[in-house]
């Protein structure tokens, strides 16, 4: 990237709310060739800071990595690809072969200057990981790592996709994490019959969780988040589709099972029937248990912020569970809005709890921020959609995704449509980029900017896992 225009003006970061702390104006200088503010949401430095008072009353929710033996090695951040042209233009990744030529697409961004300064995050001792951009002597170093990984990693990206390599998971962390969480599904909470167990090994939730949590302070950490995953994906597959799921009676089923994540208080004679619910099936043996892990870690905002967001999930099941009872093909903007619900949301949500300290809760409910958690968390959806499209072809009945939804609306091929779907994602990663760029002017404190940074992570993370999984997931033969 071009040093700043010296003709372009140089607004003035508003000043953080008073009851956040005072925060001085984040300086240092801006190097020629470093990454995009957008991309350099995709940080370097080092995996998690030291535990040091933050301004924000942010604190480490559980004791640093050398406190837990079996964790692994920290892994590496993912690296920012460079960045070339015009700092306000991202080119999307990718080229259609085959005679579609995917446009670069632009975001406007009149506060470049002051972001650029942003982005490279606060300065001084104890801060190098809240950096939200590489720091330069980094840049050759990690560029090498990016390159292996991609040369390593199975599978193909969707062409025309924007999105960022990542360097490949550290397998040490991959191991622990994978060994851990089946150990936890049988032993603990009789997750499934042994006829499902290649099912449940070809996720590879393991290298999901490394990829999305860079930060992650010890496996300890990580295995928050992976039990969580796979509890939500045991509720999406027994109540919803694969493993017996259906949408008749799905409203009752999801109910009964939020209770084990947002306990039900009713009078003692009626508790013990409850608490005997909750060991009755396996989803709501796996969100019990996974909860449970998860709130004596977390603190009480952070698992309160958690179930809002499962409740925002179980409410798109419930949509989409209807649409299908009525036989009802959504609009296109109708089915957009399910997958706002019906998405990843909850997973990226608590990437500070995973990485050992808190974004405060006024924080983490201002509306910029939010918006971001919204796009990542739809963009991240899309993804899905896109990756496991032939997987959901393939199976019985209608399986609504945004490129079925725009052939039958919009009257298009599968071909169009799929590729529409794609420029459809690529905008929602876009605006999510210029989001957080703006709110991390808008509000430059430290916990603010590591949130951004783990929340970007998440999305390359999943992108990461959708592309590598092939055991799931192949693309149409469109190009």
Not at 146 to 173: I, M, N
Not at 226 to 248: F, Q, W
Not at 426 to 447: G, I, Q, S, Y
Request: hydrophobic content about 40%.
């Amino acid at each position: 990237m071009p040093d700043p225009d010296p003709a372009l003006p140089q607004p003035s970061v508003p000043a953080a709310p008073a009851h956040l702390g005072a925060h001085p104006l984040l300086r240092s200088r801006v190097p020629a060739g470093r990454a995009s503010a957008g991309a350099g949401l995709r940080a370097g430095g080092p995996a998690a800071p030291p535990p040091f008072a933050l301004p924000t009353g942010g604190q480490p929710l559980v004791a640093p990595a050398a406190t837990s033996p079996e964790a692994g090695p920290p892994s590496p951040s993912p690296a920012a690809p460079p960045a070339t042209g015009d700092a306000a233009a991202r080119p999307v990744t990718g080229a259609v072969p085959g005679g579609r030529a995917v446009p670069e697409q632009s975001v406007p961004d009149p506060r470049r200057s002051a972001l650029e300064r942003l982005m490279r995050g606060p300065s001084g001792l104890g801060t190098a990981a809240l950096s939200l951009a590489r720091r330069e002597e980094d840049a050759d170093a990690s560029a090498p790592a990016a390159e292996e990984a991609s040369e390593e990693a199975a599978g193909r990206p969707v062409p025309g996709l924007y999105f960022h390599p990542v360097p490949a998971p550290d397998p040490v962390r991959v191991a622990e994490v994978s060994r851990r969480i089946k150990d936890w599904a049988v032993e603990e909470v009789h997750l499934f019959p042994d006829e499902w167990e290649g099912q449940f090994d070809g996720f590879s939730v393991g290298r999901y969780m490394v990829a999305c949590h860079p930060d992650a302070p010890t496996v300890d950490h990580l295995m928050l988040a992976t039990r969580l995953m796979i509890a939500e994906n045991a509720v999406d597959d027994c109540y919803c589709e694969d493993h017996g799921g259906s949408p008749v009676g799905l409203g009752g089923r999801l109910l009964l099972a939020h209770t084990a994540l947002d306990p039900l208080h009713t009078t003692p004679e009626y508790a013990p029937a409850w608490e005997d619910s909750l060991g009755s099936d396996a989803p709501r043996r796996a969100y019990r248990s996974a909860m449970d892990y998860f709130t004596r870690s977390a603190t009480p905002s952070q698992a309160d912020r958690y179930r809002h967001d499962m409740a925002r999930l179980h409410m798109g099941y419930l949509a989409e569970a209807a649409w299908a009872e009525t036989d009802h093909l959504p609009e296109v903007w109708e089915y957009l809005a399910m997958r706002q619900f019906n998405n990843f949301r909850p997973c990226p949500t608590i990437t500070d709890s995973v990485g050992g300290y808190e974004l405060p809760a006024d924080l983490h409910a201002r509306p910029d921020m939010q918006r971001v958690i919204a796009l990542a968390g739809n963009a991240t959806t899309l993804v899905n959609d896109l990756y496991s499209y032939t997987k959901e072809l393939a199976a019985p009945g209608r399986h609504l995704n945004l490129p079925v939804v725009l052939a039958e609306r919009e009257k298009l091929s599968e071909r169009d449509a799929y590729l529409k779907a794609v420029d459809i994602h690529n905008d929602l990663m876009h605006a999510f980029e210029a989001a957080a760029a703006e709110l991390a002017a808008a509000c430059p404190v430290p916990t603010v900017l590591r949130f951004l940074k783990g929340v970007a992570a998440w999305v390359d993370g999943n992108h990461y896992w959708h592309m590598t999984n092939t055991y799931r997931y192949s693309l149409p033969d469109f190009w």
